[in-house]
C-alpha cells in the first residue's frame, strides 16, 4: 500500500519545498534578530525569563514523548493492532525531538557551551541536567529502534530490548522535564508532585493528534489509500483512545483549575482567575481546542469520520500547544519579590523572533516528515501482521 | 573562613536608594540590573495603610535553590569566598532556570529590552567579549566569579562586593565603615549607607556585630517558608513580604 503515499509524489516535493522554504526564512529572520539584537529580540524579561520557545520546545519534547509512548503499545505492551503506525510513531517522535532540540538551541544564550559545560559538571541534583541526559538517550535509543525496524527486525531479542529501553527513557525524559517545573516550589503554580503524570497524559494526546494528522496527510486524507490493518486501527481502536486521551487531559486541567481556584494562595488562584480565565485565547484553547474535539470522539457516529479525525487533530494540536504556552507563562506572571515595582501581573506576549522560531520548529518538523515519508516505509509493519491482513483480504474477496 | 553575613535595620532605612545607586556604579550594572534595589510595599488600605521598603541585595542563601538548579555548576556556593553565591560566566549557558528558582528575584539576564532609552548598550558598544564597555569600570575583574562587566547570554547578580571583601585582612569579623582600617573592603551597599542601616561580618563568630543585631534585635531572614536560609537577616518592624495582590483588587471590606 506503500504506493498510495503521497509524500512519496509531486504533493509531497510541493509540501517539502513550502515547508523548506518556511524553514529558511523563519531560521535566517531569528539568526539575523539574534545576531543584531540579542535576546533583547525576545519579549522576555528577568521577571519573565521563560517565553514562547520554552514552550514550543514543552510541546514537542512531550509530543515526541507521547509519540514514543503510542509506539510502546505494540512494541512493547503487544497490542498488535497498534502496529501499522508503530513505525511512523517512532520517526514522528525522532523528528519532533530533534526540532523542539533546534527551538531550545536558539533560546539559550549560550548554545555551543551546553555541549561541553552539561555533560563535564555533572550537576545530578540539576533536573535540567538530567532532561539533557534523559532526551539525548532517549532520541539515540529512538534511532536505534528505528533502524531495527527499518531492517525488518521487528522481534528480535536485540530488537525488543531496545524497544523497552526506549519506553523506559520516554518515561524518564518526559517525567523529568515535569519535574524541571514541578519542583519549583517558588512557583507555585507548577509545584505539584503528580506533574509528571500531567505531561504524560497530555504528552500522549498530543503525541495523537500529530500521528493522526500525519497519518492521513501520508495518505492524501483518503482512508481507502491506507493498508487494510491500518484502516481497521483508524477505525477502530484509535478513535477510541484519542476520546479517552483528550477526557483524561480535561479532567487534569479541572482538577488543577479546581484547586487553584479554590485556594486563598494568590500566587496560585490569581493566575487561574486574572491570567489564565482572563484570557479570551485560553476559553478558546480550552473549549474548541480540547472539549469540542472530546466531544466529537466521544460520539459514535463521528469519530469514526476521517475529516472529524483529521479536524480533532489539528484542534487538540492547537489547544495543547495553547496549553504548553499558557502553563510556562502562567507559573511566571506572579512577580517574585518586586513589591510595588510591579504592581500587576505581569504581561506577555511573544515578539516576532520568538514566532519565528515556533514557525522554524513547525516547518522543521514538517520538513523531516515530507523526507521521512519519501525515503523510507514509515507504514511497515511486521510480516506476520501484513501477511495476516493479507489472507483476511484474501478470504473477504 | 568566615560566612559572610550582612544585617539590615529596617527601623533605620529611609529608602534612599544610595546602596542601589552605589551598587550600580561599583559593578558597572545596566539601569534595571538591580543586583541591590529597595522595595517598596504597600499593604492594606485607609485607616491602616502600610507602606513598607525592603532594601534587597542577593541573599547568598545557605541553601541557594538556584545552584541546585544550574545545570552546569555555572552557579554555585563558595564556602572559602565566605559562602558567596557566585555566577561563573565562563560556564553560565543562559537557561535562566537559576531565574525561575530564585524566591528573591535577584538574578538578571540583561540580554533583554532596555528598561530605559537610550540604551546604554549602544551608546557604549561591547568590546573584548563585553556586553557593553561603559568608560570607567571598576579594575576588578574575575568572570568565574560573575565579577565585572559580564559577556552577553549569561546570568548576572550580587556578589557581596567580593572583589572589596576579600582584601580584607585574614580574621576580620565586623567589616564596619566607620573603622578606617577596613572601610576599603566593606561592600559598595553598607559603605554607602547614609543612616547606617546595613551592617557585614561574620556569621561564624560568635561575637561578631552582625550576631549581636540578630540575636539582640530579633533578626529575621524573609520568605523563611522557602528554605532557602539566607545570610542576610532584617531587623526592626516590617521585615515581612506582604502576599502579592494585584494595584486594582485592594481590599474592599
Known amino acids: ?41 525576545f519579549n522576555t524579561s528577568s521577571n519573565l525569563p521563560w517565553g514562547q520557545p520554552i514552550a514550543t520546545y514543552l510541546y514537542f519534547a512531550l509530543a515526541s514523548s507521547g509519540l514514543g509512548l503510542l509506539a510502546s503499545l505494540p512494541l512493547v505492551f503487544g497490542f498488535k493492532q497498534y502496529y501499522p503506525v508503530a513505525k511512523r510513531c517512532i520517526f514522528l517522535a525522532f523528528i519532533i525531538l530533534i526540532s523542539g532540540m533546534l527551538v531550545l538551541a536558539l533560546e539559550l544564550g549560550n548554545v555551543f557551551r551546553m555541549l561541553w559545560a552539561i555533560p563535564l559538571n555533572f550537576q545530578t541534583q540539576s533536573a535540567m541536567f538530567w532532561m539533557g541526559i534523559f532526551y539525548a538517550l532517549d532520541l539515540l535509543f529512538l534511532l536505534w529502534k528505528f533502524r531495527k525496524m527499518e531492517s525488518g527486525e521487528w522481534d528480535s531479542k536485540t530488537s525488543k530490548q531496545v524497544g523497552i529501553a526506549s519506553f523506559i527513557l520516554v518515561l524518564l525524559a518526559s517525567g523529568n522535564l515535569a519535574l524541571i517545573f514541578g519542583m519549583m516550589s517558588m512557583r507555585p503554580f507548577w509545584f505539584d508532585a503528580l506533574l509528571p503524570i500531567y ?42 483512545l484519542f476520546a479517552a486521551l483528550i477526557g483524561g487531559t480535561l479532567l487534569f486541567i479541572a482538577v488543577r483549575a479546581i484547586t ?19 484570557s479570551p485565547l485560553y476559553h478558546l484553547s480550552l473549549w474548541v481546542g480540547l472539549l469540542l474535539p472530546f466531544i466529537i470522539m466521544l460520539k459514535s457516529s463521528l469519530r469514526n469520520q476521517l475529516n472529524m479525525q483529521v479536524l480533532a487533530s489539528v484542534l487538540v494540536f492547537l489547544g495543547l500547544f495553547a496549553e504548553r504556552f499558557y502553563f510556562v507563562i502562567g507559573g511566571q506572571v506572579v512577580p517574585l519579590f518586586k513589591g510595588t515595582w510591579y504592581p500587576d501581573l505581569l504581561t506577555y506576549t511573544p515578539s516576532a523572533t520568538e514566532w519565528a522560531l515556533s514557525i522554524m520548529g513547525w516547518s522543521l518538523a514538517f520538513l523531516l516528515y515530507v523526507l521521512g515519508e519519501k525515503f523510507f516505509n514509515l507504514s511497515a509493519m511486521p510480516d506476520a501482521i501484513t501477511n495476516t491482513a493479507g489472507n483476511q483480504q484474501a478470504a473477504a474477496s | 573562613m568566615a560566612k559572610w553575613g550582612m544585617v539590615i535595620d529596617l527601623d533605620k532605612c529611609t529608602g534612599c536608594q544610595a546602596c542601589t545607586t552605589a551598587c550600580a556604579m561599583e559593578n558597572s550594572t545596566l539601569p534595571g540590573e538591580t543586583w541591590q534595589d529597595v522595595l517598596f510595599y504597600h499593604e492594606g488600605e485607609y485607616p491602616n495603610a502600610q507602606m513598607k521598603w525592603l532594601p534587597r541585595p542577593c541573599m547568598q542563601c545557605e541553601s541557594p535553590s538556584c545552584v541546585h538548579v544550574c545545570p552546569t555548576r555555572a552557579t554555585y556556593k563558595d564556602e572559602e569566598a565566605g559562602g558567596i553565591v557566585f555566577v561563573d560566566w565562563n560556564k553560565c549557558i543562559g537557561c535562566k532556570y537559576c531565574m525561575i528558582a530564585c524566591p528573591y528575584g535577584v538574578r538578571f539576564y540583561v540580554d533583554e529590552k532596555p528598561l530605559l532609552e537610550p540604551d546604554l548598550r549602544e551608546i557604549f558598544p561591547g568590546e573584548n567579549q563585553q556586553l557593553w564597555s561603559p568608560p570607567y569600570q571598576g579594575p576588578d575583574e574575575d568572570w568565574s566569579k560573575g565579577i565585572g562587566v559580564q559577556p552577553p547570554g549569561v546570568v548576572s547578580k550580587c556578589t557581596f562586593c567580593h572583589h572589596k571583601v576579600s582584601k580584607a585582612p585574614e580574621g576580620t569579623v565586623d567589616l564596619d565603615e566607620d573603622n578606617p582600617a577596613v572601610k576599603e573592603y566593606v561592600p559598595a551597599c553598607v559603605r554607602t549607607c547614609a543612616p547606617k542601616a546595613r551592617y557585614f561580618g561574620d556569621l561564624d563568630e560568635p561575637t561578631s556585630q552582625v550576631n549581636q543585631l540578630i540575636g539582640d534585635k530579633h533578626g529575621v531572614r524573609l520568605k523563611d517558608h522557602t528554605g532557602n536560609k539566607p545570610q542576610v537577616y532584617y531587623l526592626g518592624a516590617g521585615a515581612g513580604v506582604p502576599a502579592f495582590q494585584p494595584s486594582d483588587k485592594g481590599d474592599k471590606s
Not at chain 1, 526564512?25 to 531569528?30: H, Q, V
Open chain 1, 199 to 240: 505531561f504524560y497524559f497530555t504528552a500522549v494526546t498530543s503525541g495523537m493528534a500529530a500521528l493522526v494528522f500525519f497519518a492521513y496527510l501520508a495518505y492524501g486524507f483518503k482512508r481507502e489509500n491506507m493498508s487494510q490493518p491500518m484502516q481497521d486501527l483508524m477505525t477502530g481502536a484509535l478513535p477510541k
Open chain 1, 260 to 278: 487553584g481556584l479554590y485556594t486563598n494562595n494568590p500566587e496560585i488562584s490569581l493566575v487561574w482567575t486574572d491570567y489564565l480565565f482572563a
Open chain 1, 1 to 41: 500500500m506503500n504506493e498510495n503515499n503521497i509524500m512519496k509524489g509531486k504533493a509531497g516535493s510541493g509540501l517539502l519545498v513550502i515547508s523548506g522554504v518556511v524553514f529558511l526564512a523563519s531560521l535566517i529572520f531569528a539568526i539575523i534578530q539574534l545576531s543584531s539584537q540579542g535576546h533583547a529580540s
